[in-house]
T-cell receptor, first 108, second 116 residues
Framework: EDKVVQSPLSLVVHEGDTVTLNCSYEVTNFRSLLWYKQEKKAPTFLFML????IEKKSGRLSSILDKKELFSILNITATQTGDSAVYLCAVVGNQFYFGTGTSLTVIP | GEEVAQTPKHLVRGEGQKAKLYCAPI?????VFWYQQVLKNEFKFLISFQNENVFDETGMPKERFSAKCLPNSPCSLEIQATKLEDSAVYFC??????????????FGDGTRLSIL
């Protein structure tokens, strides 16, 4: 059965901390892995990863994929209260498979 | 339009009533996806369309749930004889090409369905 597992389920950190969110998967016909940030409403797209070892970076966020070990990590450095959200990992195989998300709370 | 538009934002129904949700994809996007988010963190795929044709319906419950995407109309998701467990946020997403194209999906703001 295809599945995407994210860890931790929730995380509370202080502003300025660095966090690492994990996403592991078992998906048939893997094509890509995507990270989304969901605040109050629609998930917004962060990164798409298709190749191992190539880091994608956007400001304080970065992500990398390991297709051999079947996981990805999303790093956020110098966290801010505005980073508080649920971070969703989605893997594209024959369809989109979403993980359960990691709920990140950044305390001032 | 430039965004996926879902209506209504919030829908309240009594148990046993019908609920109908609408989604207008981004102009030029051929694929539409419906998801059910029961708890804040759980996203369940329901069905996808390529234009007006069902592309993948492996996530659709066999009973009570139906969906359509007709030409020149918003897509719709309909739930007959709603149950308390149908209470969720239903998200619609669209993409220009299908899953094999490695394009991200763009999400609407969701419709919160509350069954009382």
């Amino acid at each position: 059965e295809d599945k995407v597992v994210q860890s931790p389920l929730s995380l509370v950190v202080h502003e300025g901390d660095t966090v690492t969110l994990n996403c592991s998967y078992e998906v048939t016909n893997f094509r890509s892995l995507l990270w989304y940030k969901q605040e109050k409403k629609a998930p917004t797209f962060l990164f798409m990863l298709t190749s191992s070892g190539i880091e994608k970076k956007s400001g304080r966020l970065s992500s990398i994929l390991d297709k051999k070990e079947l996981f990805s990590i999303l790093n956020i450095t110098a966290t801010q209260t505005g980073d508080s959200a649920v971070y969703l990992c989605a893997v594209v195989g024959n369809q989109f498979y979403f993980g359960t998300g990691t709920s990140l709370t950044v305390i001032p | 339009g430039e965004e996926v538009a879902q209506t209504p934002k919030h829908l309240v129904r009594g148990e046993g009533q019908k609920a109908k949700l609408y989604c207008a994809p981004i102009k030029g996007h051929s694929y539409v996806f419906w998801y059910q988010q029961v708890l804040k963190n759980e996203f369940k795929f329901l069905i996808s369309f390529q234009n007006e044709n069902v592309f993948d319906e492996t996530g659709m419950p066999k009973e009570r749930f139906s969906a359509k995407c007709l030409p020149n109309s918003p897509c719709s998701l309909e739930i007959q004889a709603t149950k308390l467990e149908d209470s969720a946020v239903y998200f619609c997403a669209s993409s220009q090409w299908g899953p094999i194209s490695n394009q991200p999906q763009h999400f609407g703001d969701g419709t919160r369905l509350s069954i009382l």
